[in-house]
């Protein structure tokens, strides 16, 4: 995971994703749920370039953004010179104070590869919320994806930024691996004088997951489900869930 959306790639992941997501709308989904349960301090992990981030600080809310990569914390740090980034790990996290929010959006759970993974983030989750506090996460369902991408071998996502059209091309092996966990390949270029140029190469294994594992894994990590979202996103369909900690 230590070249997850590094250095050039934090870049082009900024610049393709405002095309892929309308984050006006994704943060009033976000933001509905989270008022809904009238939370009031918010972390998101997987922060990413700070595009929610910018939304809640517009709003004046209580926010932190935290994310493993260093180079995403930097162009969110730039987007939002006034918000607090922490550079950290979902898996093993300890905020000074808990909140009453913990959101993971944009399919970050899609890196969370083994059990123990999950386990450990639910568990970190689970110590840095308030009594009352809910976690909202997406995630990429497995019974849609797998099908769809036996299918289609390789899936193109064009995208136009700041006047300059890129394509990401990605190819998904989905042999060999445990847990439903795919080795994704994916090629990103620019389209100049009608021309591919390639910009750079992303490989990285990803996990998708069936809506019941989720339900175990939150069950043996004494969460209850308060709301299950079929939600279509860009690309690929999600669950959004919303959960709360069971008193032990
Ligand atoms: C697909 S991006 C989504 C970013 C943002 N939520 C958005 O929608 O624009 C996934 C993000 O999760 C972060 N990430 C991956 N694994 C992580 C981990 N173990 N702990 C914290 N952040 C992680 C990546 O660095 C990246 O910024």
Avoid at 10 to 28: G, K, L, N, R
Avoid at 32 to 51: F, P, V
Avoid at 160 to 178: A, D, F, P, V
Wanted: hydrophobic fraction near 40%; aromatic fraction near 14%.
């Amino acid at each position: 995971m230590a070249n997850l959306y590094d250095g050039k790639m934090a870049a082009i992941f900024d610049a393709m994703y405002q095309t892929f997501i309308d984050y006006d709308q994704e943060y009033v989904f976000y933001n509905e749920l989270i008022q809904e349960n009238n939370c009031k301090s918010i972390l998101e992990i997987g922060s990413g370039t700070g595009n929610l981030a910018k939304r809640f600080k517009e709003n004046d809310q209580e926010y932190i953004g935290l994310d493993y990569s260093q180079s995403m914390i930097a162009i969110a740090q730039e987007r939002n010179k006034k918000s607090l980034f922490i550079h950290g790990d979902m898996r093993d996290f300890e905020l000074t104070t808990p909140v009453d929010a913990i959101i993971i959006t944009g399919r970050s759970t899609s890196y969370l590869i083994s059990n123990e993974d999950i386990n450990n983030t639910f568990d970190s989750l689970y110590k840095n919320l308030n009594t009352q506090g809910v976690i909202i996460f997406d995630f990429i369902d497995a019974n849609r994806f797998i099908p769809f991408i036996k299918q289609n071998q390789a899936i193109l996502h064009e995208a136009t930024y700041e006047g300059i059209n890129y394509i990401r091309e990605s190819h998904w092996k989905t042999t060999s691996l445990e847990n439903f966990m795919l080795e994704w390949s994916a090629q990103y270029y620019t389209i100049v004088n009608d021309q591919k140029e390639i910009i750079t190469e992303d490989l990285s294994t990803v996990r998708v997951f069936t809506l019941n594992e989720i339900e175990l894994f939150l069950y043996l990590n004494n969460f209850e489900i308060i709301r299950t979202i079929d939600r279509k996103t860009y690309a690929y369909d999600t669950y959004v869930i919303m959960a709360k900690k069971k008193m032990l």
